[in-house]
């Protein structure tokens, strides 16, 4: 059923873009009383709508992984990056300045480490780690 799957953002008033999954499945280095005490169980963050939204991402992710990998992924998600980046950001990308309106996607719209944020707001598309090597 195509209702079953879809990729779509969420625009925290607080963090910007997110690409949200289900942080049960998801949330890394998360201890145990963390996912006790985690913000996100609040109920602002637990309508019907939040949940079915983060579930559908999770299996369309799953679903473009097992079909495409990685790439197949990458190139869907990038598809919805380019709806949300700011209307200066390639003008930004070729100058090396900030765009007027900073921004990030994370992958969570709640509760994850700073340092997890996946895009910043310069050209490179990087994934940065708090994990120790």
Not at 22 to 33: G, I, Q
Not at 67 to 72: H, P, R, S, V, Y
Not at 77 to 96: C, E, H, N, Y
Request: some cysteine; charged content about 25%; overall charge neutral.
């Amino acid at each position: 059923m195509a209702g079953d799957y879809g990729l779509e953002l969420t625009n925290n008033s607080k963090v910007s873009w997110a690409f949200s999954l289900p942080r049960s499945k998801t949330c890394v280095m998360a201890t145990d009383v963390c996912k006790r005490l985690c913000y996100g169980k609040s109920i602002r963050y637990q309508s019907e709508a939040q949940k079915a939204k983060r579930e559908r991402n999770f299996r369309t992710a799953e679903l473009l992984l097992e079909k495409g990998g990685a790439e197949l992924l990458a190139q869907n998600l990038v598809s919805i990056i380019d709806q949300v980046r700011p209307a200066d950001w390639l003008a930004a990308t070729i100058t090396g300045e900030p765009t007027a309106t900073p921004w990030t996607l994370r992958i969570h719209d709640v509760g994850d480490y700073p340092e997890l944020r996946t895009i910043p707001s310069g050209n490179e598309c990087q994934v940065t780690s708090a994990v120790p090597q």
